[in-house]
């Protein structure tokens, strides 16, 4: 069955970079678009970045554009979230999610249980 | 850029009643780009329903969706103890890809 295990969460500083990551199995991991979606404590659902299957097409949200960068390795199964001038207003957890259907551009379907990110000095 | 607000914010019901969560998109949207989801404490969103009203894998049929243009409605027929939870709809653009989730209703035992 799909398993995404998230990985790379911690405490940082303002300012500060952090790369999370997302290993997949149970799915042919190249054929699927993927996500990343974030929640502040106690907040609602904040979609992130998405990726489509191939890799060469990233779009954000416009909270995090310019300073992360969604990346896949098809060959190890396993997204990317890098994460540069972190603000207060990023610390969430942070899920990896897997499109609905192959190929296209879908809703997020399987979840993995995130990575907590802390932004505090 | 599509703003969906949701309604209630908290609901109260009872076991073995019906709940009935409404969506309302800023501007009328695709029905093909609806979708909800449940968040139980402590676990991670489940798709519930994409496409406006169809059920994703395994989902039982206690859960209906409906709507069009701008209102979109999640109800569940007969309520069990463990579907008291947050609730989100959520919406898709293809074209460039960008999606946006409702602030949420929480289903909460009366």
């Known amino acids: 069955q799909v398993q995404l295990v998230e990985s790379g969460g911690g405490v940082v500083q303002p300012g500060g970079s952090l790369r999370l990551s997302c290993a997949a199995s149970?799915?042919?991991?190249?054929?699927?678009?993927m996500h990343w979606v974030r929640q502040a404590p106690g907040k609602g659902l904040e979609w992130v970045a998405f990726?489509?299957?191939?890799?060469?097409?990233?779009y954000y949200a416009d909270s995090v554009k310019g300073r992360f960068t969604i990346s896949r390795d098809n060959s190890k199964n396993t997204l990317y979230l890098q994460m540069n001038s972190l603000r207060g207003e990023d610390t969430a957890l942070y899920y990896c999610a897997k499109d609905r259907l192959i190929y296209g551009t879908y809703e997020p379907a399987s979840w993995g249980q995130g990575t907590l990110v802390t932004v505090s000095s | 850029e599509i703003v969906l607000t949701q309604s209630p914010g908290t609901l109260s019901l009872s076991p073995g009643e019906r709940a009935t969560l409404s969506c309302r998109a800023s501007?009328?949207?695709?029905?093909?780009?609806l979708a909800w989801y449940q968040q139980k404490p402590g676990q991670a969103p489940r798709l519930l329903i994409y496409g406006a009203s169809s059920r994703a894998t395994g989902i039982p049929d206690i859960f209906s969706g409906s709507g069009s243009g701008t209102d979109f409605t999640l109800t569940i027929s007969r309520l069990e103890p463990e579907d008291f939870a947050v609730y989100y709809c959520?919406?898709?653009?293809?074209?460039?890809?960008?999606?946006?989730f409702g602030q949420g209703t929480k289903l909460e035992i009366k």
């Open positions: 149970g799915f042919i991991f190249s054929h699927y678009g």
């Open positions: 501007q009328s949207i695709s029905s093909n780009s």
């Open positions: 959520q919406h898709h653009s293809r074209s460039p890809p960008r999606y946006t």
């Open positions: 990726i489509k299957y191939g890799g060469s097409d990233k």
